[in-house]
């Protein structure tokens, strides 16, 4: 077992070794810290920095694609998808080039530094995007393994990670891993637990406890917030009758509504959100900042007791 | 060097490009006639003369590319590419229609000959860097050309690009800009030549400039700064809708009637195009 690391290491780590037998593989970063430097010291010629001009790196991004390259970018969300929103639509993901967008800190993870360095609606930004795959992973395993998928895409990609140490989790069908799939953590028949990036962790606490109180909780890894894993969801969902869905992220456009379009056209149940709600971050350490937005266990638990009792007998 | 006869075979070449600029517009009811007339010179120039491209192979990778970063010259683009045998012409006459394979901004992989999609302004330089560095990636000697307007010099975003060019030392990237006299427009020109100029060569560029519709000019401008090892730009004057006289004075921009096309054709054919001496 890994001891717990940032998700960003494991995804630098996977590039280091994808780099070896994928010759066309370039990465591009803002500023040289965001990730710890190994690609480039393994691959010199194939890491750029872009001096913290994010626009004019996803340009270059999509130049390079277009010269055949398969490109990851990685700066903050902020600037990674905020600032360059309009660039990504029209150089990258219009044109469909491969190039792969990953945020090494989304969510509220810049702690400290508040609400302009932290991003709670990159994913909503991502998602509206047509044809645009958005992924969060929750430990190292499936960042991994969610890296080594995208480089095989024929089109462009977002991946959201985190800087905070997350411990590998054991998901059920271990090793099935896809674009557009779910990776389904415990079983239970009470109530179903969708969740994304680090509420997936607190997601597992939350089950514990429910599990103490007699209900059992079915955790489904949602580390593909687009496309949804509808099918897992579903199937979830037919037999407890009522959800929860926990994100680190605005009330809009992130996992939280695309489950809530999923099941109310196909199998309307009540459903509770555990999010960011509507409101920017702010200055505040890690503990700080999740217990003030309420992104913790503790409300995951009272928002699945709430969707039990509404759930229609 | 180009030749007296070449330079006048290029001339009646741009004045076919300009006649199927002004009938796909005039068809389509939409579209921008007088950037697409000022860059038609211009751009049989730089397909006939400058790039080394193939039609019959539009992917080899040992082409020279070429973006288009100033999206409303995209008819007369595609008028050039069909003229050169990328396509059929037939495709002009349902440009910007649902389905069309020209759809009215540029886009990439369905056009053949297409190098780069074109989007918002500014955009364009920031890809040609990229694909530049790619192609020295691959230690390829084939250049990347990328024409801008010299509005969309008012973008950061190719500054940014600018700056890149030259601090990765990318001697492969042409930056082709057109600078047009404004005429009555009341904003007027963005920039003179001499201080865009003036700002390039800060950045580190080399930069030369000539007339958008002189052969012999254009061509001696090219050759000029093609050896340097920097990243280079070619300034061209160009005149507002390239001389052509168009209905209802020099701003065309509603759909245009019969009557218009015939006028424009009319214009076009008698004359082609107007003295290079008029220069502004």
Not at chain 2, 125 to 143: E, F, N, T
Request: with cysteine; hydrophobic share 40%.
């Amino acid at each position: 077992m890994r001891e717990p690391s940032p998700l960003w290491i494991a995804y630098e780590e996977t590039l280091c070794a994808m780099g070896e037998e994928i010759e066309d593989l370039v990465v591009l970063d803002s500023r040289e810290p965001t990730l710890s430097g190994a690609f480039k010291s393994m691959y010199p010629r194939r890491f750029f920095v872009a001096g913290m001009s994010e626009q004019e790196m996803v340009l270059t991004a999509a130049g390079l694609a277009l010269g055949g390259k398969r490109v990851f970018v990685s700066s903050s969300s902020p600037f990674l998808v905020g600032r360059t929103y309009d660039l990504i639509r029209s150089s990258v993901a219009i044109p469909s080039l491969e190039v792969h967008l990953v945020s090494p800190c989304g969510g509220l993870d810049m702690g400290p530094d508040g609400a302009p360095s932290q991003m709670v609606e990159d994913l909503g930004l991502m998602t509206a995007m047509p044809g645009m795959p958005v992924l969060v992973p929750c430990d190292g395993v499936s960042t991994r393994r969610l890296t080594g998928l995208t480089v095989d895409l024929k089109g462009p990609s977002y991946m959201r990670l985190t800087r905070r140490a997350l411990r590998d989790l054991t998901g059920l069908d271990e090793g099935d891993f896809s674009i557009g799939g779910a990776r389904l953590l415990t079983q239970g028949e009470g109530v179903t637990i969708c969740a994304c990036g680090i509420m997936v962790h607190e997601a597992l606490k939350a089950a514990q406890v429910l599990s103490s109180q007699g209900i059992d909780a079915e955790v489904i890894d949602c580390y593909t917030v687009r496309p949804l894993a509808e099918q897992v969801v579903l199937s979830s969902v037919r037999r407890t009758g009522c959800c929860v869905v926990a994100e680190e992220h605005s009330l809009f456009g992130g996992l939280g509504s695309a489950v809530c379009q999923c099941l109310s056209s196909k199998y309307p149940v009540p459903v509770r959100l555990v999010c960011g709600d509507d409101r920017f971050g702010q200055s505040g350490s890690d503990e700080e900042l999740r217990e003030y937005y309420g992104l913790t266990s503790g409300r995951i638990v009272g928002a699945a007791v709430q969707v039990l009792n509404m759930r229609r007998r | 060097m180009l030749s007296e006869e070449r330079s006048k075979e290029l001339i009646s070449i741009a004045r076919e490009v300009r006649k199927d600029v002004v009938r796909m517009i005039g068809l389509a009811k939409v579209g921008c006639l007088e950037s697409s007339l000022a860059l038609a010179d211009l751009l049989v120039y730089l397909y006939w003369e400058a790039l080394s491209v193939d039609p019959s192979n539009p992917r080899d990778l040992r082409r020279d590319r070429f973006i288009l970063s100033k999206r409303r010259a995209a008819p007369v683009l595609y008028a050039v590419l069909a003229r050169r045998g990328f396509f059929s012409r037939e495709e002009l006459w349902s440009f910007g229609r649902l389905g069309a394979l020209l759809q009215g901004n540029p886009e990439y992989r369905r056009i053949p000959g297409l190098d780069a999609p074109s989007g918002p302004s500014g955009m364009g330089l920031g890809m040609a860097v990229g694909l530049s560095m790619s192609l020295q990636m691959d230690k390829m000697p084939c250049r990347t050309f990328c024409l801008m307007g010299d509005g969309e010099l008012r973008d950061g975003t190719v500054w940014e690009a600018a700056f890149s060019a030259s601090f990765r030392r990318l001697g492969g990237l042409v930056a082709v800009i057109n600078v047009t006299d404004h005429g009555k427009e009341q904003w007027g020109p963005v920039d003179s030549v001499d201080t865009i100029k003036a700002k390039l060569e800060s950045f580190g560029w080399t930069v030369a400039e000539g007339d958008g519709h002189d052969f012999m000019s254009m061509d001696a401008t090219f050759r000029s700064i093609m050896g340097v090892d920097s990243p280079k730009a070619v300034i061209l004057r160009t005149r507002e809708a390239g001389g052509v006289l168009l209905p209802g004075g020099s701003s065309c921009r509603g759909p245009l009637s019969r009557e218009d096309v015939d006028v424009a054709i009319s214009s076009i054919e008698s004359d082609g195009r107007r003295p290079s001496d008029e220069r502004t």
